[in-house]
């Protein structure tokens, strides 16, 4: 299908982006690499009146780090991300993730600002966002706020941006010390994950202790979720077969995955069972 008509802007300034979305609303929507966004208008599961490219918006594929945060803005390709070293020092469970966004051809357009505002219950940024309580720049007519992870992703396809507000940078810090992994199941390489978790990890030098751990999971809830029980289980254990398979249980035992044509909820369960146990024991043994 052709999507409906719609007015095409392609402004180079953000403030001319802000002003457009502030006189549009709703009516307007921004188009960054399209990967999601254009099948939603062709499928016509969509009717903007304005579309607003902000391919040519400048100072928006930002990419340094201060602080040891990474600040990343939204127009970052996801391949120039996975590729960057800066991202692989500070940050290296969105390279993790990445690998796992669709195929290099998709990632190559995809931005990482459009996955976190398309927000699909499996994909894989969102997790990331959520396990590294990343913060999400937004910016209006209003003015610049910034959101937590935890309170940005609301459920499938929504987050708590505003429709006058576009989304300028992502803040992502890992704890100094700090281990990582990004493990998912999927039919077929490239497609979204029918469960998937990033795992975090601090093991105490000394003791070996489990001292920090973070779980989040994609694919088996409306959006990203952390895994508390999951975590509380063997935080302050060591990371025996044994901690990990309970971690791995309680993970299924605190979601709910819906039944779909590609996987029923039990099915969905035991992947995240097993996911968390061998991303624990991965991040544990190295
Ligand atoms: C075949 C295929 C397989 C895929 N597989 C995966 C996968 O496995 N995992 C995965 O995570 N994704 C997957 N994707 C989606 C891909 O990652 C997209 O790139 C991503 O979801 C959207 O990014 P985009 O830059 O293309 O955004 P667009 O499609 O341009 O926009 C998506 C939405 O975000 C809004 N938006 C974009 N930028 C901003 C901004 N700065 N501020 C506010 N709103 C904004 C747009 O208005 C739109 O509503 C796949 C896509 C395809 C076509």
């Known amino acids: 299908m052709k999507p409906p008509p719609f007015k095409y802007v392609r402004?180079?300034?953000?403030?001319?982006?802000?002003?457009?979305l502030s006189q549009h609303g709703e009516e307007a929507r921004l188009l960054a690499g399209g990967q999601s966004l254009v099948p939603m208008l062709n499928f016509r599961l969509l009717r903007p009146s304005v579309l607003i490219d902000l391919n040519a918006v400048t100072h928006m594929d930002s990419l340094a780090v201060a602080d040891g945060t990474l600040l990343i803005g939204s127009m970052v390709r996801q391949r120039t991300a996975e590729r960057s070293p800066d991202v692989l020092i500070t940050a290296p469970l969105v390279v993790q993730a990445l690998r796992h966004v669709g195929h290099f051809q998709?990632?190559?357009?995809?931005?990482?600002?459009?996955?976190?505002?398309?927000?699909?219950?499996?994909?894989?940024?969102?997790?990331v966002a959520l396990l590294l309580e990343a913060q999400m720049v937004l910016r209006s007519s209003r003015g610049?706020?910034?959101?937590q992870a935890s309170d940005f992703f609301c459920g499938p396809f929504t987050t708590a941006a505003d429709p006058d507000e576009i989304l300028t940078e992502v803040r992502f810090h890992t704890p100094?010390?700090?281990?990582?992994?990004?493990l998912e199941v999927?039919?077929?390489?490239g497609d979204f994950a029918l469960a998937g978790v990033a795992a975090l990890a601090r093991i105490d030098p000394e003791t070996r202790v489990l001292k920090e751990v973070r779980?989040?999971?994609?694919?088996?809830?409306?959006?990203?979720?952390?895994l508390f029980q999951a975590e509380a289980v063997v935080t302050?254990?060591?990371?025996?077969?044994?901690?990990?398979r309970e971690s791995g249980a309680a993970a299924a035992d605190e979601v709910t995955p819906s039944t779909d044509l590609h996987a029923s909820e039990d099915y969905r369960k035991r992947l995240l069972n097993v996911l968390v146990?061998?991303?624990l024991a991965e991040i544990t043994t190295l």
């Open 106 to 127: 998709i990632r190559n357009r995809g931005t990482m600002g459009g996955s976190l505002m398309h927000s699909a219950p499996a994909a894989e940024l969102p997790g």
């Open 11 to 20: 402004p180079s300034d953000l403030n001319e982006v802000i002003s457009l």
């Open 186 to 189: 999927a039919r077929r390489s």
């Open 277 to 279: 146990a061998r991303a």
């Open 144 to 147: 610049e706020r910034v959101i």
């Open 215 to 226: 779980l989040a999971a994609i694919g088996v809830s409306g959006g990203p979720v952390r």
């Open 236 to 244: 302050g254990r060591y990371a025996t077969p044994e901690a990990l």
């Open 176 to 182: 100094p010390g700090a281990r990582t992994t990004f």
